[in-house]
């Protein structure tokens, strides 16, 4: 059974940080690509940034810079720190992997970023 719990979010100002964390179970992990993606209220979900099994990144135009995806394998985890935070980061963040053609998602985990 493939799991992700992700963790890490919060409340914090403008011009803040926050690491999320995502731990996933079930699944050869370092063979996998991840991504973070995020729903803001009354918003489609957006990719933010993706990592593949060999290391290579890829950010959304509106956190290029200011954010950084990486992975851990061995302890099955993938990170996101979030950097310069605005209130446009305001969303819940979800971590994805996908295997056999299905995407797996987490439940998310809400950031907030407000003065």
């Known amino acids: 059974q493939v799991q992700l719990v992700e963790s890490g979010g919060g409340l914090v100002q403008p011009g803040g940080s926050l690491r999320l964390s995502c731990g996933v179970s079930?699944?050869?992990?370092?063979?996998?690509?991840m991504g973070w993606y995020r729903q803001a209220p009354g918003k489609q979900r957006e990719v933010v940034a993706t990592?593949?099994?060999?290391?290579?990144?890829m950010y959304s135009d509106s956190v290029k810079g200011r954010f950084t995806i990486s992975r851990d394998n061995a302890k099955n985890t993938v990170y996101l720190q979030m950097n310069s935070l605005k209130p446009d980061d305001t969303a819940v963040y979800y971590c994805?992997?996908?295997?056999?053609?299905?995407?797996?998602w987490g439940k998310g985990t809400l950031v907030t970023v407000s003065s």
């Open positions: 994805k992997t996908a295997r056999g053609g299905v995407d797996y």
């Open positions: 079930g699944i050869f992990f370092s063979s996998k690509a």
């Open positions: 990592i593949t099994s060999d290391y290579t990144t």
